[in-house]
């Protein structure tokens, strides 16, 4: 199950493909169904966004989804192929962890930004193994599962401001 919230609302997929919204009143009700089982979905904005099961990222135009229930068709404002995984949203940005890398989409160009938080980045906080990220306020937490820690990044300063090591099954047993 993938969880979102858009103006106090709280959406939710279930059996994967099927997204619901809770009322005010506690009532939930259908929105649409998805071809792909849906793995994280986001609301920023005018733009609903979600990846799948196949790793592909979608961002559709929130009209598309709330208009009458049923199938969601229509063209996505933009769609790519491939390894996309979490969503995390703030201001007019979508980030999404791709393979081991968090990438950036910017809903007000409808487009990937050159932004990036890989591995191969020259510096000491470069990711090895992203698969999680979660925003809280002006905080990106980004789970790095190779390097067993999660990165905190402020996506205002766009900046690591601190780096959280978890203790691995090794350092568990020796402590």
Known sequence: MSTAQRG???YYTDNG????????SGDTKFVKYCKKEIISVVFNGNVFAYTDIDGNFYAYSLSDILNEAGELTGEPLFFTQGGYTALSTHGSYIYAVKGASVLQYDVTQNDFTDFEICD???????LHGASQTLLVGDTLYISDNQNS???LYDVSKKSVENVLPIPTQDTLYLS
């Open 8 to 10: 106090g609302v709280v």
């Open 17 to 24: 493909a099927y997204l619901h919204r809770i009322e005010p």
């Open 120 to 126: 191969n980045s020259a510096s000491e906080h470069r």
């Open 149 to 151: 820690r999660i990165l």
